[in-house]
């Protein structure tokens, strides 16, 4: 391996432990426990296989909730799109309230940032 792979590894590799941390070991932590009859209150989790996947598929508010989800996210596509397609051909152009209105637009993502920095601060 010559030097610059190594080096090109050795910079990635933290971001490859951080990724396994947060992501693939509680994605992999979750599907253990939707095989088992889990309870916090109860020390053991005995294995039950897929009869939570049946019960979860047999049980009519889940039905419910997944059509509700399902129309939401049909209504907002259906709103946000067209909105943001809008904005984003509007901001290709040049027009008279561009640098207005496209720093008005970037706000809420500068300021989230700040606000999460300054909560951490207070929190501490």
């Given at each position: 391996?010559?030097?610059?792979?190594?080096?090109?590894?050795?910079?990635?590799?933290?971001?490859?432990?951080?990724?396994?941390?947060?992501?693939?070991?509680?994605?992999?932590?979750?599907?253990?426990?939707?095989?088992r009859m889990y309870?916090?209150?109860?020390?053991?989790?005995?294995?039950?296989?897929?009869?939570?996947?049946?019960?979860?598929?047999?049980?009519?508010?889940?039905?419910?909730?997944?059509?509700?989800?399902?129309?939401?996210?049909i209504g907002e596509?259906?709103?946000?799109?067209?909105?943001?397609?809008?904005?984003?051909?509007?901001?290709?152009?040049?027009?008279?309230?561009?640098?207005?209105?496209?720093?008005?637009?970037?706000?809420?993502?500068?300021?989230?940032?700040?606000?999460?920095?300054?909560?951490?601060?207070?929190?501490?």
């Amino acid at each position: 391996m010559s030097k610059t792979r190594q080096r090109a590894v050795l910079l990635v590799l933290p971001t490859v432990i951080i990724l396994v941390l947060v992501v693939v070991f509680p994605m992999f932590y979750s599907l253990s426990v939707s095989f088992r009859m889990y309870d916090l209150r109860v020390p053991r989790h005995p294995f039950v296989g897929l009869e939570n996947y049946v019960r979860l598929f047999t049980d009519s508010r889940f039905h419910n909730a997944l059509g509700v989800t399902g129309l939401l996210l049909i209504g907002e596509l259906a709103l946000q799109f067209p909105i943001g397609f809008g904005l984003a051909l509007l901001l290709a152009r040049k027009f008279w309230g561009k640098k207005a209105v496209q720093p008005v637009l970037l706000l809420p993502m500068m300021v989230t940032p700040v606000v999460v920095g300054y909560m951490g601060r207070l929190l501490c």
